[in-house]
């Protein structure tokens, strides 16, 4: 792309090649009226030539041939010292015989630069786990909220004002605490999320029972179902971290939702994509 001081763009590079090549026009004459030097000129109706309309776009500035490029055998080992033993660029130039610099240059080049781009138990890059399908693995988990009274809080306006809404609030919901100070409620986020795509089902609700979080995930199987919802169809079954309520409650009910536990990776995606609202998450209250 050219850059923003350029006296060229793409669409102008054409329109000097044409009046080159196509109607004749000499370069010193296609040079004066487009204000460049005539070696621009020259280049660029040369490249028409060769290329066409399609090589009037900027080319890369890296090099074909770099002869003191660091070479395979010492990358390997850079990366294995990464790996294995977490060693920084300053520790492996050490050992290697070469320069922070490069060694730094070397893990950027293979995204190992940071820590964290690698796994905590095997060293290797982290790679993004996902079922092959959608609508074969939904996860589901509940996250806690605590409501703001209305008119914000004590954090936004401050002490004085922020008792005030609290109370206000408190006598319009009707709800005191065991101290008969004001109470504001907690709030339940109910998040489903598809495995494959990321597409993700919300509801907020006022407790976490059972009944509650069986029917959240029923509706958001049927949302799943629907284009609104990517068309999703939920073929697996669900994974859980608050499996054992609805055990319960299937068992009382004899619910055919079905029961599955799988490791807790399903409620943080479910807390990221919370985060992150604007992201596909379908709220209703």
């Not at 660029?89 to 950027?108: E, N, R, W």
């Not at 597409?199 to 907020?204: M, R």
């Amino acid at each position: 792309m050219s850059h923003a001081n350029a006296a060229l763009s793409p669409k102008a590079r054409l329109r000097l090649a044409r009046l080159v090549v196509d109607d004749g026009w000499p370069v010193a004459r296609v040079a004066e009226r487009f204000q460049v030097s005539w070696p621009t000129a020259k280049r660029w109706a040369d490249r028409y030539r060769q290329l066409g309309p399609n090589g009037m776009a900027d080319r890369s500035s890296r090099p074909h041939r770099q002869p003191n490029r660091t070479g395979q055998p010492l990358v390997r080992k850079i990366v294995h010292l990464r790996w294995k033993q977490r060693l920084g660029p300053v520790a492996i130039a050490d050992q290697t015989g070469l320069s922070a610099s490069t060694v730094h240059a070397v893990l950027v080049r293979c995204k190992l630069n940071r820590l964290s781009h690698l796994d905590r138990v095997t060293g290797e890059p982290v790679r993004r786990y996902e079922h092959a399908t959608p609508g074969a693995l939904l996860h589901v988990d509940v996250t806690k909220f605590g409501n703001v009274p209305d008119g914000g809080g004590h954090r936004f306006v401050g002490r004085q004002q922020g008792g005030k809404n609290r109370a206000a609030t408190a006598a319009r919901t009707g709800k005191r605490s065991t101290n008969r100070g004001a109470k504001i409620g907690t709030a339940y986020g109910h998040t489903v999320l598809d495995d494959h795509s990321r597409v993700a089902y919300a509801e907020i609700h006022d407790d976490e029972t059972a009944a509650t979080a069986i029917a959240v995930l029923r509706r958001a199987v049927s949302w799943f179902k629907h284009p609104e919802g990517g068309g999703v169809s939920p073929a697996g079954r669900p994974a859980r971290r608050d499996g054992r309520r609805r055990k319960r409650e299937r068992r009382r009910r004899g619910s055919a939702v079905p029961q599955r536990q799988h490791p807790s990776t399903g409620g943080s995606r479910c807390k990221r994509r919370r985060r992150d609202p604007g992201r596909s998450l379908e709220v209703e209250r």
